[in-house]
T-cell receptor, first 112, second 108 residues
Framework: ETGVTQTPRHLVMGMTNKKSLKCEQHLGHNAMYWYKQSAKKPLELMFVYSLEERVENNSVPSRFSPECPNSSHLFLHLHTLQPEDSALYLC???????????FGPGTRLLVL | DAKTTQPNSMESNEEEPVHLPCNHSTISGTDYIHWYRQLPSQGPEYVIHGLTSNVNNRMASLAIAEDRKSSTLILHRATLRDAAVYYCILRFEGNLIFGKGTKLSVKP
């Protein structure tokens, strides 16, 4: 138990669906991150928020839309995804930007 | 691109020490060396980090070469629960850039 929770843990969606992934951290941290982990590929950083402001957006397609309403919650809104977006989506938090990161268990997403 | 090089896989016997190597020949003076590991079906977990001096914590030790172009993560007594993918990472502009890591297998 790292203090970072993610829901749902598994998600199956069609290409026309809209869904959201939720991340919550109970560590009092100020920075939060979204990563994508595809099969046999390294973790890819998608978005970084520090003090609820987005500080990094690594050329992620607009069908992924992050939202950070407060320092404890982070969402990833998904719409019109492609099958190649199927992956494990990991959330992490850190006390400050660039400090040690604590990861959640991830959401396993399958796009049909 | 990841700026570190690690072997794809390693094997160890239970209760023996494990030395996981990492090369980072292009490291800059301000890059910290971080190690994370990812157990099956879990998110990555912080293990240890250092800048110049060797570091110890309850999980592992980190030995950093004098020229900082390589480092070694040392698990003093491997257990079956240490079977995981181990990532050696240089923190770049505040971000962690993950490579493919080393998959460690531990045999009973």
């Amino acid at each position: 138990e790292t203090g970072v929770t993610q829901t749902p843990r598994h998600l199956v969606m069609g290409m026309t669906n809209k869904k959201s992934l939720k991340c919550e951290q109970h560590l009092g941290h100020n920075a939060m991150y979204w990563y994508k982990q595809s099969a046999k590929k390294p973790l890819e950083l998608m978005f970084v928020y520090s003090l609820e402001e987005r500080v990094e957006n690594n050329s992620v397609p607009s069908r992924f839309s992050p939202e950070c309403p407060n320092s404890s919650h982070l969402f990833l809104h998904l719409h019109t995804l492609q099958p190649e977006d199927s992956a494990l989506y990991l959330c992490a938090s850190s006390r400050g930007f660039g400090e040690t990161q604590y990861f959640g268990p991830g959401t396993r997403l399958l796009v049909l | 691109d990841a700026k570190t090089t690690q072997p794809n896989s390693m094997e160890s016997n239970e209760e023996e020490p494990v030395h996981l190597p990492c090369n980072h020949s292009t490291i800059s003076g301000t890059d910290y060396i971080h190690w994370y590991r990812q157990l099956p079906s879990q998110g990555p977990e912080y293990v240890i980090h250092g800048l110049t001096s060797n570091v110890n914590n309850r999980m592992a030790s980190l030995a950093i070469a004098e020229d900082r172009k390589s480092s070694t993560l040392i698990l003093h007594r491997a257990t079956l629960r240490d079977a995981a993918v181990y990532y050696c990472i240089l923190r770049f502009e505040g971000n962690l850039i993950f490579g493919k890591g080393t998959k460690l297998s531990v045999k009973p």
